[in-house]
Every structure is written in structure tokens, then in C-alpha cells.
DNA sequence: TTAAATGCAAACGCTTTGCAATTGA
DNA sequence: TCAATTGCAAAGCGTTTGCATTTAA
């Protein structure tokens, strides 16, 4: 876990706290949110706070060692940057969200830098949209 | 301005308020904010309320009249249904946004149909990035 | 006339902040 | 030791809601 050197080689301290929030990081396979951290870190530190949560994370992101992504549904989630990029597509019937590699939007990438100059940063991005699934059950909600 | 229409048939009222709500969204070029339209609405009419502004809106959604674009800065903007989709690269160093049309985004919606049997729902898709001016600047902020 | 729509005020959910107390280095 | 970090409580923000009053049809 080399969140943990990061913070110490720039002089953050490693509180329990921090070292917490950072296992509850890398434990989830996917994304989660302040409040599932806190969830986790409170069920082991029962006088912590949420706000800690969110410093941390605001710090981790600073560093560069998590990354950030809106799902649109009004809450923020997070996931460790080494664990590399990928998109979600998410459905907007049943909710669930598909990995797709980062792959599958190189060609896209390469459009907006060539015709409008644009570097997309690609690393947050949430497609919304219907899944398989969802579709073959078709009709309306 | 076939809103207005559309309201009438389905059996809404044509309040005051809902007609510059519409105004406003027709006015506004691009995407615009609850808030803003709030502005406008209570500028002519000084005892309008936003929570109707949100009410209204929140109507010629499920009339499929305005779409929502969530540009990650935490609030909500919207835009006229019937004049068209195109997305948006938000910069996120200087904020601007650029429209980009929607045959943009045609190879990527191919690809998630056929790879991954997912529609995506490309009528709001707001892309992070670092517009052509920035990069040219370039340099950390 | 009357159901639909509004204004108001209060609440909501997520996130941020000020500040005094605590603590890692 | 002492600045960095925390917990707590309160606020901040965009948005939603309950309810009595008003109003378009």
C-alpha cells in the first residue's frame, strides 16, 4: 500500500484514522462513498468523525492517490488511483454499474484532441444509459 | 414555443410562472440553472418562489421537454429539449464549455451497444478535460 | 366551482468549516 | 514540544416537501 508512504514521504502524519479510511479504500473492489468509509471506520473507531473521512479523502486526492467519481445520483464516490482507470456504465432502471476498460474510450479521446483540442480526462467518467438486461426485460419502468 | 402546447393538451395550467420558466429556458442559449431561471422568473414576478421554479422543471422533464445536464459543480443545469442534443466539454481549469454534436459521440454509442449491449444515454454527457486555450497556456495552476 | 398550482417555511442529504482539544513525529 | 490532525457542532448548498392559500380553467 503505497498510500501510506506517499503521506509519509510528504510529511503527513499516519494517524490511525487515515490508515483506516485508506484500508476501507482498498478493500473495496470498486467505488464507495464518504459515508460506506465512514461506516467502516467508525465500526472500529467509534469516536471518529465523518468530516475526518472527508479531509482524508480531499488530501488523498491532492496526492493523487485516489481518484473521484460522479455517479449522478447525488453522492460522490471514491477509488485508488494505482488500482488504474476504468469507466462505469450505469443504468439508469436497475442501477447496476458495468466496468468498461479505459480502452473503450481511447478513440473518443483521440477525436476531441484532434478536432477541438481537448484533452479529456477520461478517468472519471460515468455513462449513463440502459443495461442488457434491462433492455431485454424492455418496456417502460 | 410548442411547450406551451404540449401543456395545454396534456391538461396543465399555463400559470404566469410556468410561462417564464419556459421564457427563460428558451432565452438562455445553453444550459441554464435553476437559480437562474429563478433570477429571471423572480425579477418580473418579485413573490414567484423557487421551489415552483423546481416544480416546473421537474414537470417538462417528465415531458420529456427539457433534459438535465449535471456538470459536476454541484448543481443541476437544463436546457430546451426540442432544440437538440450535443454534449459538453467542461474545462476544468477555466470552466468553459464547449458544445460538441452529437455524431461525436456515435462511434463510442456503437461500441457500447454492440460490445457491451448497453444504450447509453448520451442527451447529457458532460466531459471533464482541458480546453484548447488552457493546454496552450499550459503549465500547473 | 374546484382540482391544480403556488408561496412559504422547514427539512433534506451530502459536504464543508470554525474552533477547541488531542496527538503523531 | 507543537504544528498537524481530530471531533464536534453548526452551517452551507442545492433541492424537496407539507400545508394552507390562491388561481386557471
Redesign the pocket.
Known amino acids: 500500500m503505497s498510500c501510506h508512504k506517499v503521506l ?1 514521504e510528504k510529511g ?7 490508515m483506516l479510511v485508506i484500508e476501507a479504500l482498498h478493500r473495496a473492489d470498486g467505488h464507495i ?3 460506506e468509509i465512514y461506516e467502516q471506520l467508525h465500526s472500529r ?1 467509534p ?6 473521512v ?3 479523502l ?1 488530501l488523498l486526492k491532492e496526492l493523487n492517490l485516489v481518484t473521484e467519481t460522479d455517479f449522478g445520483d ?3 464516490r471514491y477509488h485508488v488511483a494505482e488500482k488504474g482507470h476504468h469507466h462505469h456504465l450505469v443504468c439508469h432502471r436497475c442501477g447496476k454499474i458495468t466496468d468498461l476498460d479505459e480502452s473503450a474510450l481511447y478513440p473518443l479521446k483521440d477525436t476531441l484532441l484532434h478536432d477541438y483540442g481537448f484533452e479529456a480526462d477520461l478517468r472519471h467518467l460515468a455513462i449513463p444509459g440502459e443495461c442488457s438486461e434491462c433492455r431485454r426485460k424492455g418496456g417502460q419502468s
Not at 503527513?12 to 487515515?18: D, E
Not at 469516536?47 to 475526518?52: D, E, H
Open positions: 509519509q503527513y502524519r499516519l494517524t490511525p484514522q487515515r462513498s464518504a459515508e473507531y469516536y471518529s468523525n465523518i468530516s475526518t472527508y479531509r482524508t480531499e447525488g453522492r460522490v
